[in-house]
Protein backbone atom coordinates (compact mmCIF):
# COMPACT_ATOMS: atom_id res chain seq x y z
CA UNK A 1 0.00 0.00 0.00
CA UNK A 2 2.54 2.24 0.37
CA UNK A 3 3.02 2.90 -3.06
CA UNK A 4 -0.31 4.39 -3.51
CA UNK A 5 -0.15 6.41 -0.40
CA UNK A 6 0.35 10.67 -0.79
CA UNK A 7 3.57 12.04 -0.68
CA UNK A 8 4.10 15.13 2.18
CA UNK A 9 4.12 17.22 -0.83
CA UNK A 10 1.09 16.03 -2.08
CA UNK A 11 2.24 14.19 -5.10
CA UNK A 12 -0.02 12.07 -6.19
CA UNK A 13 0.93 9.15 -8.74
CA UNK A 14 -1.83 8.27 -11.44
CA UNK A 15 -3.87 5.35 -11.30
CA UNK A 16 -7.07 3.66 -11.30
CA UNK A 17 -9.32 1.62 -8.36
CA UNK A 18 -12.48 0.27 -9.74
CA UNK A 19 -12.56 3.28 -12.13
CA UNK A 20 -11.74 5.51 -9.76
CA UNK A 21 -9.00 7.99 -11.16
CA UNK A 22 -6.31 9.39 -8.55
CA UNK A 23 -6.58 12.97 -7.68
CA UNK A 24 -3.38 14.96 -9.15
CA UNK A 25 -2.83 17.49 -6.02
CA UNK A 26 0.56 19.14 -8.29
CA UNK A 27 -1.54 19.85 -11.25
CA UNK A 28 -4.09 22.06 -9.05
CA UNK A 29 -0.92 23.79 -7.31
CA UNK A 30 0.57 24.73 -10.31
CA UNK A 31 -2.84 25.62 -11.85
CA UNK A 32 -3.29 28.48 -8.74
CA UNK A 33 0.15 29.48 -8.74
CA UNK A 34 -0.21 30.26 -12.54
CA UNK A 35 -3.24 32.00 -12.48
CA UNK A 36 -1.93 34.45 -9.06
CA UNK A 37 1.27 35.10 -10.66
CA UNK A 38 -0.67 35.76 -14.15
CA UNK A 39 -3.09 38.28 -12.23
CA UNK A 40 -0.01 39.77 -10.18
CA UNK A 41 1.85 40.69 -13.96
CA UNK A 42 -1.73 42.55 -15.02
CA UNK A 43 -1.85 44.80 -12.04
CA UNK A 44 2.46 45.31 -12.33
CA UNK A 45 1.74 46.46 -16.31
CA UNK A 46 -0.96 48.50 -14.77
CA UNK A 47 0.61 50.18 -12.29
CA UNK A 48 4.03 51.00 -14.56
CA UNK A 49 1.78 52.69 -17.19
CA UNK A 50 2.58 56.28 -17.15
CA UNK A 51 -0.79 57.28 -18.38
CA UNK A 52 -4.00 56.11 -16.97
CA UNK A 53 -6.04 55.45 -19.21
CA UNK A 54 -9.21 53.32 -19.93
CA UNK A 55 -7.34 50.11 -21.14
CA UNK A 56 -5.19 50.47 -17.85
CA UNK A 57 -7.87 50.50 -15.78
CA UNK A 58 -9.36 47.73 -17.34
CA UNK A 59 -5.96 45.51 -17.41
CA UNK A 60 -5.79 46.90 -13.29
CA UNK A 61 -9.47 45.95 -12.27
CA UNK A 62 -8.67 41.84 -14.00
CA UNK A 63 -5.69 41.29 -12.29
CA UNK A 64 -7.51 42.18 -8.96
CA UNK A 65 -10.00 40.14 -9.60
CA UNK A 66 -8.06 37.76 -10.35
CA UNK A 67 -6.04 38.10 -6.92
CA UNK A 68 -9.34 37.84 -5.95
CA UNK A 69 -10.80 35.17 -7.04
CA UNK A 70 -7.43 32.97 -5.70
CA UNK A 71 -7.09 34.13 -2.70
CA UNK A 72 -11.22 32.86 -1.95
CA UNK A 73 -11.10 29.88 -4.08
CA UNK A 74 -8.03 28.33 -3.25
CA UNK A 75 -8.37 26.91 0.40
CA UNK A 76 -11.67 25.55 -0.94
CA UNK A 77 -10.28 23.81 -3.99
CA UNK A 78 -7.47 22.66 -1.51
CA UNK A 79 -10.07 21.09 0.89
CA UNK A 80 -11.86 19.27 -1.79
CA UNK A 81 -8.87 17.79 -3.18
CA UNK A 82 -8.19 16.48 0.02
CA UNK A 83 -11.14 15.01 0.64
CA UNK A 84 -10.90 13.44 -2.81
CA UNK A 85 -7.60 11.92 -1.94
CA UNK A 86 -8.67 10.32 1.36
CA UNK A 87 -11.63 8.67 -0.54
CA UNK A 88 -9.11 7.90 -3.54
CA UNK A 89 -7.36 5.98 -0.51
CA UNK A 90 -10.61 4.46 1.47
CA UNK A 91 -11.70 3.13 -1.70
CA UNK A 92 -8.58 1.32 -2.73
CA UNK A 93 -8.10 0.27 1.11
CA UNK A 94 -11.59 -1.37 0.48
CA UNK A 95 -10.58 -3.01 -3.32
CA UNK A 96 -7.65 -4.71 -1.37
CA UNK A 97 -9.91 -6.22 1.49
CA UNK A 98 -11.97 -7.40 -0.36
CA UNK A 99 -8.64 -9.55 -3.24
CA UNK A 100 -7.53 -10.63 0.34
CA UNK A 101 -10.39 -11.96 1.61
CA UNK A 102 -11.22 -13.41 -1.81
CA UNK A 103 -7.91 -15.35 -2.06
CA UNK A 104 -8.32 -16.37 1.84
CA UNK A 105 -11.47 -17.80 0.70
CA UNK A 106 -9.95 -19.74 -2.19
CA UNK A 107 -7.19 -21.14 -0.08
CA UNK A 108 -9.83 -22.21 2.53
CA UNK A 109 -11.91 -24.07 -0.42
CA UNK A 110 -8.59 -25.71 -1.38
CA UNK A 111 -7.46 -26.68 2.12
CA UNK A 112 -11.10 -28.22 2.31
CA UNK A 113 -10.28 -30.32 -0.58
CA UNK A 114 -8.75 -33.80 -0.65
CA UNK A 115 -5.32 -34.90 -1.82
CA UNK A 116 -7.04 -36.48 -4.89
CA UNK A 117 -9.39 -33.53 -5.21
CA UNK A 118 -6.41 -31.33 -5.34
CA UNK A 119 -4.08 -33.63 -7.61
CA UNK A 120 -6.96 -33.29 -9.93
CA UNK A 121 -7.26 -29.63 -10.10
CA UNK A 122 -3.65 -29.25 -10.47
CA UNK A 123 -3.16 -32.08 -12.60
CA UNK A 124 -2.44 -29.98 -15.88
CA UNK A 125 0.06 -27.75 -13.96
CA UNK A 126 2.05 -30.36 -12.41
CA UNK A 127 2.14 -32.46 -15.76
CA UNK A 128 3.95 -28.95 -17.26
CA UNK A 129 6.18 -28.58 -14.24
CA UNK A 130 7.23 -32.51 -14.66
CA UNK A 131 8.19 -32.78 -18.32
CA UNK A 132 9.80 -29.10 -17.93
CA UNK A 133 11.74 -31.07 -14.88
CA UNK A 134 12.48 -33.98 -17.51
CA UNK A 135 14.18 -31.53 -19.75
CA UNK A 136 16.64 -29.93 -16.92
CA UNK A 137 17.64 -33.28 -16.08
CA UNK A 138 18.51 -34.09 -19.49
CA UNK A 139 20.69 -30.75 -20.14
CA UNK A 140 22.52 -31.48 -17.02
CA UNK A 141 22.83 -35.30 -18.27
CA UNK A 142 21.28 -36.19 -14.99
CA UNK A 143 19.83 -39.66 -16.53
CA UNK A 144 18.73 -41.29 -13.17
CA UNK A 145 17.01 -38.20 -12.06
CA UNK A 146 15.26 -38.10 -15.74
CA UNK A 147 14.27 -41.40 -15.43
CA UNK A 148 12.33 -41.36 -11.53
CA UNK A 149 10.55 -38.18 -13.01
CA UNK A 150 9.23 -40.75 -16.42
CA UNK A 151 7.91 -43.18 -13.39
CA UNK A 152 6.20 -40.45 -11.37
CA UNK A 153 4.83 -38.83 -14.79
CA UNK A 154 3.66 -42.17 -15.60
CA UNK A 155 2.68 -44.04 -12.33
CA UNK A 156 1.00 -40.77 -10.55
CA UNK A 157 -0.61 -38.71 -12.88
CA UNK A 158 -1.27 -41.81 -15.66
CA UNK A 159 0.56 -40.19 -18.84
CA UNK A 160 2.47 -43.22 -20.01
CA UNK A 161 2.65 -41.83 -23.14
CA UNK A 162 4.34 -38.62 -22.41
CA UNK A 163 6.65 -40.74 -19.89
CA UNK A 164 7.58 -43.47 -22.81
CA UNK A 165 8.35 -39.84 -25.07
CA UNK A 166 10.82 -38.61 -22.62
CA UNK A 167 12.21 -42.25 -22.20
CA UNK A 168 12.99 -42.37 -25.48
CA UNK A 169 14.74 -38.91 -25.40
CA UNK A 170 16.89 -40.08 -22.20
CA UNK A 171 17.85 -43.09 -23.83
CA UNK A 172 18.89 -40.93 -27.16
CA UNK A 173 20.83 -38.17 -24.83
CA UNK A 174 23.01 -40.81 -22.80
CA UNK A 175 23.78 -43.04 -25.72
CA UNK A 176 25.16 -40.18 -27.68
CA UNK A 177 26.99 -38.74 -24.69
CA UNK A 178 28.29 -42.21 -23.65
CA UNK A 179 29.19 -43.12 -27.23
CA UNK A 180 31.26 -39.68 -27.14
CA UNK A 181 33.07 -40.29 -23.89
CA UNK A 182 34.77 -43.75 -24.87
CA UNK A 183 35.58 -41.96 -28.30
CA UNK A 184 37.29 -39.35 -26.51
CA UNK A 185 38.46 -42.17 -23.61
CA UNK A 186 39.72 -44.58 -26.63
CA UNK A 187 41.35 -41.76 -28.13
CA UNK A 188 43.14 -40.91 -25.30
CA UNK A 189 44.31 -44.64 -24.30
CA UNK A 190 45.98 -44.32 -28.25
CA UNK A 191 47.84 -41.85 -27.11
CA UNK A 192 48.87 -43.23 -24.13
CA UNK A 193 49.57 -46.16 -26.01
CA UNK A 194 51.86 -44.43 -28.56
CA UNK A 195 53.99 -42.56 -25.63
CA UNK A 196 54.65 -46.28 -23.99
CA UNK A 197 52.62 -44.86 -21.12
CA UNK A 198 51.33 -48.15 -20.32
CA UNK A 199 50.42 -47.86 -16.34
CA UNK A 200 48.24 -44.57 -17.64
CA UNK A 201 46.91 -46.32 -20.13
CA UNK A 202 45.59 -49.31 -18.31
CA UNK A 203 44.32 -46.97 -15.77
CA UNK A 204 42.05 -45.20 -18.31
CA UNK A 205 40.85 -47.89 -19.87
CA UNK A 206 39.45 -49.67 -16.53
CA UNK A 207 38.07 -46.67 -15.49
CA UNK A 208 35.95 -46.18 -18.80
CA UNK A 209 35.24 -50.27 -18.70
CA UNK A 210 33.78 -49.45 -15.23
CA UNK A 211 31.66 -46.83 -16.27
CA UNK A 212 30.48 -48.12 -19.31
CA UNK A 213 30.66 -51.74 -18.71
CA UNK A 214 27.15 -52.68 -20.96
CA UNK A 215 29.16 -51.54 -24.25
CA UNK A 216 31.74 -54.20 -25.39
CA UNK A 217 33.68 -51.61 -27.12
CA UNK A 218 34.77 -50.04 -23.41
CA UNK A 219 34.97 -53.48 -22.27
CA UNK A 220 37.69 -54.48 -24.99
CA UNK A 221 39.94 -51.55 -23.83
CA UNK A 222 41.85 -53.05 -21.67
CA UNK A 223 42.48 -55.89 -23.93
CA UNK A 224 43.45 -53.08 -26.86
CA UNK A 225 46.04 -51.91 -24.56
CA UNK A 226 47.41 -55.80 -23.66
CA UNK A 227 47.67 -56.41 -27.59
CA UNK A 228 49.75 -53.25 -28.36
CA UNK A 229 52.10 -54.10 -25.17
CA UNK A 230 52.10 -57.27 -26.27
CA UNK A 231 52.92 -56.49 -30.20
CA UNK A 232 55.57 -53.94 -29.16
CA UNK A 233 57.56 -56.51 -26.96
CA UNK A 234 57.61 -58.56 -29.30
CA UNK A 235 58.89 -55.61 -32.16
CA UNK A 236 61.58 -55.46 -29.60
CA UNK A 237 62.72 -58.56 -29.61
CA UNK A 238 62.90 -58.96 -32.90
CA UNK A 239 65.27 -56.02 -33.54
CA UNK A 240 67.23 -56.84 -30.40
CA UNK A 241 68.18 -60.12 -32.26
CA UNK A 242 68.61 -58.63 -35.66
CA UNK A 243 71.04 -55.97 -33.95
CA UNK A 244 72.39 -58.02 -32.05
CA UNK A 245 73.40 -61.15 -35.24
CA UNK A 246 74.44 -57.83 -37.37
CA UNK A 247 77.13 -57.11 -34.53
CA UNK A 248 74.99 -53.19 -34.00
CA UNK A 249 76.53 -53.24 -30.62
CA UNK A 250 75.32 -49.96 -29.26
CA UNK A 251 71.92 -50.20 -31.22
CA UNK A 252 71.64 -54.23 -29.36
CA UNK A 253 72.64 -52.68 -25.54
CA UNK A 254 69.75 -49.93 -25.99
CA UNK A 255 67.17 -52.19 -27.19
CA UNK A 256 68.13 -54.86 -24.69
CA UNK A 257 67.97 -52.24 -21.47
CA UNK A 258 64.53 -51.00 -22.96
CA UNK A 259 63.30 -55.07 -23.17
CA UNK A 260 64.42 -55.52 -19.28
CA UNK A 261 61.58 -53.78 -18.49
CA UNK A 262 59.08 -55.66 -20.92
CA UNK A 263 60.62 -59.22 -19.46
CA UNK A 264 59.59 -61.45 -17.07
CA UNK A 265 62.32 -64.34 -15.27
CA UNK A 266 60.62 -66.94 -17.25
CA UNK A 267 60.90 -65.09 -20.62
CA UNK A 268 64.54 -63.99 -20.41
CA UNK A 269 66.19 -67.42 -20.59
CA UNK A 270 65.81 -67.47 -24.46
CA UNK A 271 67.97 -63.98 -24.62
CA UNK A 272 70.45 -64.91 -21.73
CA UNK A 273 73.62 -66.34 -24.32
CA UNK A 274 72.25 -63.60 -27.11
CA UNK A 275 72.43 -60.61 -24.37
CA UNK A 276 74.99 -61.92 -22.58
CA UNK A 277 78.06 -61.94 -25.88
CA UNK A 278 75.90 -58.29 -26.49
CA UNK A 279 76.90 -57.21 -23.40
CA UNK A 280 80.69 -58.59 -23.40
CA UNK A 281 81.02 -57.04 -27.03
CA UNK A 282 79.85 -53.83 -25.57
CA UNK A 283 82.08 -54.13 -22.78
CA UNK A 284 85.56 -55.08 -24.92
CA UNK A 285 84.41 -52.15 -27.37
CA UNK A 286 84.29 -49.69 -24.49
CA UNK A 287 87.15 -50.82 -22.92
CA UNK A 288 89.11 -50.73 -26.23
CA UNK A 289 87.85 -46.91 -27.14
CA UNK A 290 89.01 -45.85 -23.42
CA UNK A 291 92.41 -47.61 -23.96
CA UNK A 292 92.91 -45.88 -27.24
CA UNK A 293 91.42 -42.47 -25.89
CA UNK A 294 94.28 -42.44 -23.48
CA UNK A 295 96.53 -43.72 -25.58
CA UNK A 296 95.73 -40.34 -28.22
CA UNK A 297 95.52 -38.13 -25.47
CA UNK A 298 91.97 -37.64 -25.61
CA UNK A 299 90.96 -37.11 -22.44
CA UNK A 300 87.81 -35.99 -22.63
CA UNK A 301 86.71 -38.71 -24.57
CA UNK A 302 88.67 -41.15 -22.50
CA UNK A 303 86.59 -39.36 -19.44
CA UNK A 304 83.24 -40.24 -21.35
CA UNK A 305 84.06 -43.91 -22.16
CA UNK A 306 85.55 -44.41 -18.56
CA UNK A 307 82.41 -42.73 -16.92
CA UNK A 308 80.40 -45.36 -19.12
CA UNK A 309 82.27 -48.45 -18.27
CA UNK A 310 81.79 -47.83 -14.45
CA UNK A 311 78.13 -46.75 -14.99
CA UNK A 312 77.13 -49.86 -17.11
CA UNK A 313 79.80 -52.16 -15.95
CA UNK A 314 80.58 -51.56 -11.87
CA UNK A 315 81.38 -54.57 -11.09
CA UNK A 316 83.77 -56.08 -13.62
CA UNK A 317 87.82 -56.31 -13.78
CA UNK A 318 87.74 -53.42 -16.43
CA UNK A 319 85.69 -50.62 -13.96
CA UNK A 320 88.67 -51.69 -11.28
CA UNK A 321 91.33 -50.28 -14.20
CA UNK A 322 88.91 -47.20 -14.92
CA UNK A 323 89.02 -46.48 -11.59
CA UNK A 324 92.85 -46.55 -11.23
CA UNK A 325 93.59 -43.97 -13.84
CA UNK A 326 89.99 -42.38 -13.88
CA UNK A 327 91.28 -39.10 -11.71
CA UNK A 328 94.46 -38.59 -13.31
CA UNK A 329 92.40 -38.71 -16.70
CA UNK A 330 90.12 -36.48 -15.45
CA UNK A 331 92.61 -34.25 -14.00
CA UNK A 332 94.31 -34.11 -17.39
CA UNK A 333 90.93 -33.44 -19.34
CA UNK A 334 90.33 -30.42 -16.76
CA UNK A 335 93.15 -28.94 -17.41
CA UNK A 336 93.14 -29.09 -21.06
CA UNK A 337 89.64 -27.60 -20.95
CA UNK A 338 91.39 -24.90 -18.98
CA UNK A 339 94.27 -24.05 -21.57
CA UNK A 340 91.38 -24.07 -24.35
CA UNK A 341 89.66 -21.27 -22.65
CA UNK A 342 92.84 -19.47 -22.09
CA UNK A 343 93.96 -20.05 -25.68
CA UNK A 344 90.53 -18.33 -26.62
CA UNK A 345 90.84 -15.37 -24.33
CA UNK A 346 94.20 -14.48 -25.55
Not at 248 to 262: H, N, P, T
Amino acid sequence: MADFEPSVTGTASKGRTGGMERPNGVLLVIVYIFAGLASVGMLAVALTQQTGGESTLIVAAIGLLGLVCVACTAPLAMMLAAKREESFIEKRMVDELVQTRRAVDAMREEAALSDDARRAINRRRERELLRRAIEEDIASQDWEAAMLLCNELSDRFGYRQDAEEARARIESARYEYVMQSVNAATSRVDQLIIQRKWDEAWAEAKRIGRLYRELPRAAALERRVDQAREMYKADLERRFLTAAREDRVDEAMSLLKELDAYLTEAETAPFKEVARGVIGKARNNLGAQFKLAVKDRQWNEALDMGQRILRDFPNTRMAEEVRQLIDAVRERATGTAAASAGGGQA
